[in-house]
């Protein structure tokens, strides 16, 4: 398996990777496929891997950049997809990984996910009152700091807004 940047050839796959991957998960609203391709259309799409099975996608990881107290170099990491027949043997965790070593490496603050605490938590990810996301419980949402914020911070994260008008909202 070889992770690699994402493809202009590789659209088309991601999608249906992603809509197979997110197929009646009980968190999922379906929109994670439309949710990549709006980050795309926007240029907002700043680190986006994938597995490469034998000529095959097979895995996939998106991180974007976020905005918390108008502090810079914040991003967030998702979807993340991996097909199902492959689920539970580290594609996930690979691109995870990589995907975190990149933005350290470009100098980033720090990355917000919402999911499994107990699978983030494996990545550094913490819960932290600083950074709060409305809508699901609280401890759903973690964030690893390689840059620590300035003391007395306090803000909601949000997330890039797709310009297209029939794109999910996140």
């Keep these: 398996m070889i992770l690699r940047p994402e493809s ?11 809509q197979l991957a997110f197929r009646g998960h ?15 259309d926007a240029k907002a799409l700043t680190i986006s891997i994938v597995a490469d099975l034998q000529g095959q996608i097979v895995g996939h990881a998106a991180f974007s950049p976020v905005k918390w107290c108008e502090q810079a170099g914040w991003f967030g990491l998702g979807p ?14 690979k691109l995870i990984e990589t995907g975190l070593e990149q933005l350290r490496t470009i100098g980033a603050s720090g990355c917000v996910v919402l999911g499994d605490p107990a699978y983030y938590s494996r990545f550094g990810f913490t819960q932290d009152e600083r950074f709060t996301y409305p809508g699901p419980p609280p401890e759903y949402f973690t964030v690893l700091i390689w840059q620590e914020a300035s ?14 008008d029939n794109a999910a909202y996140f």
């Excluded at 911070?153 to 297209?164: A, I």
């Design 8 to 18: 202009l050839a590789d659209r088309a796959a991601v999608f249906s990777l992603t």
């Design 26 to 40: 009980p968190h999922s609203d379906g929109s994670e496929p439309r949710i990549i391709d709006a980050l795309r």
């Design 80 to 93: 993340v997809s991996v097909h199902p027949d492959l689920q539970g043997r580290g594609i996930g965790q």
């Design 151 to 164: 003391s007395g911070l306090s803000s909601k994260v949000s997330y890039h807004q797709p310009s297209t």
